[in-house]
């Protein structure tokens, strides 16, 4: 275990004054655009400099850190708090000595002392599982176009770079498309949206709005990343918008790519985007998945969190579910409105059995328990129990943006 070799770190939040001390320690980890990123998420509306975590070597020097980016998810009607874990590192030398495990464990610490059951990240393969991280929601479902695929501009559609005087239109644009999915990202007010369009200049995730008008004046939105990693021009989020927009829009992004001098387009958009659709349609191929980790930090907090939701789904079925969670009983009891207690109380009529990280999967709706079951996850259940969970967790149609 790496704690066992774990040197003299001081484990503290950040603060104002280690502002630039952050924006150094993440440009020598991760490079000069995350640099400037953690100092843009320092005065990002929904970030202080006391949401970083730090490990300090005993001259005061930081030598690991992350960040807590706390949101807001929705799943169907219910908000859930949520805290993004983001730019985790650890300097070069220090490596393997358990001091970003320490980190994490004491930001999972802070987090349930907030009362947050749930941290999320997008970040490397088989490093999260050991703090009980488990893939779930979608957060890139990558398609490539090439350019002579996309058409050609067709008027009167054009595109316009987008303006701090549009961030109220463009806020409404965003929450109508995401409004219809199941599980939704952290609700996007107006100073998020001034902040993606006006605040990350000169960081990795800098991007820009462009507005995109007919003969009538504007019908939608598209937001294109200033950085590549493939030498593609990236869309990362787009309005809802009818085919014949969709198709006019592909048409002036192949023009703006070839401007940039960009060999293709890049879709990095939810399964159920009319962007995404007619680019499909025209050829893009769909390139790689990935998805956000999520560990279930409080579980029975989060079921508590739900029981609206579950009272909905079971619409009064009297079933007294018994739910294993890792040797922790939970019963939920449908009815009139469902409750939730300590296990043992009465002889239940159904019992499951599932880890913390296969419940996220269940609440956030990214997989089924039959799913799971299929999938020879480590999970079990009786005839009602089965009966109960597939009515308690559908499947969900989710997707959740980063907040920077
Ligand atoms: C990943 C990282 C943060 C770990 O920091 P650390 O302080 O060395 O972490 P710990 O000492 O607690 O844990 C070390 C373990 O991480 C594993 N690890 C390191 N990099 C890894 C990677 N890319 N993928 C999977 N596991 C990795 C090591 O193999 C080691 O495993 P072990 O404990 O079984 O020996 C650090 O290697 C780093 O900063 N890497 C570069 C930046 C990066 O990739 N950050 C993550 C972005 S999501």
Redesign the pocket.
């Known amino acids: 275990?790496?704690?066992d070799?774990?040197p003299a770190v001081t484990l503290r939040r950040a603060a104002q004054a280690d502002i630039a001390g952050l924006a150094a320690f993440n440009a020598q980890?991760?490079g000069a655009g995350i640099g400037v990123l953690a100092e843009r998420l320092c005065a990002a509306p929904h970030c202080t400099p006391s949401d970083f975590w730090v490990?300090c070597d005993p001259r005061g020097s930081i030598?690991?850190s992350?960040v807590l980016m706390p949101g807001v998810l929705e799943i169907g009607t219910t908000p859930v708090p949520y805290a993004e874990v983001?730019?985790?590192?650890?300097?070069?030398r220090?490596?393997?000595?358990?001091?970003?495990?320490?980190?994490?464990r004491k930001a999972h610490a802070d987090l349930c002392a907030r009362g947050i059951p749930l941290a999320m990240?997008?970040?490397?393969?088989?490093?999260?599982a050991?703090f009980g991280y488990v893939y779930t929601v979608p957060a890139g479902l990558y398609a490539t176009l090439a350019l002579d695929a996309a058409g050609t501009a067709s008027p009167p559609y054009h595109l316009r770079p987008a303006g701090l005087g549009d961030v109220a239109q463009l806020t409404a644009w965003y929450r109508d498309l995401a409004g219809r999915r199941d599980v939704r990202g952290a609700r996007r007010d107006e100073a998020a949206t001034r902040y993606l369009l006006a605040g990350l200049g000169g960081s990795a995730t800098a991007s820009s709005f462009y507005l995109l008008s007919d003969a009538a004046g504007p019908v939608g939105y598209v937001r294109v990343a200033d950085e590549s990693e493939d030498g593609g021009l990236y869309i990362n989020e787009a309005s809802d918008l009818s085919p014949a927009a969709a198709h006019a829009l592909l048409g002036l992004l192949a023009e703006l790519a070839r401007r940039r001098g960009r060999p293709h387009l890049r879709f990095n958009l939810a399964a159920d985007h009319p962007l995404r659709t007619v680019a499909l349609e025209l050829g893009a191929s769909p390139t790689s998945t990935y998805a956000w980790q999520v560990a279930l930090l409080q579980p029975r907090a989060l079921l508590h969190t739900l029981r609206a939701e579950f009272t909905r789904r079971l619409d009064g079925w009297p079933v007294d579910l018994e739910l294993n969670l890792c040797g922790e009983g939970v019963c939920l009891r449908g009815g009139p409105t469902v409750t939730i207690g300590a296990a043992g109380q009465t002889a239940p009529t159904a019992t499951a059995t599932a880890a913390a990280g296969h419940l996220a999967q269940l609440c956030l709706g990214s997989h089924t328990f039959a799913d799971l079951a299929a999938a020879g996850a480590d999970v079990d259940a009786d005839d009602k129990g089965r009966e109960a969970l597939a009515l308690l967790f559908p499947r969900l149609i989710g997707w959740i943006d980063p907040l920077y």
């Open positions: 275990m790496t704690t070799r774990l980890v991760h490990a030598v690991s992350l983001g730019l985790v590192g650890t300097a070069e220090w490596r393997g000595l358990g001091v970003c495990s320490a980190l994490i990240l997008l970040g490397i393969r088989d490093y999260y050991r």
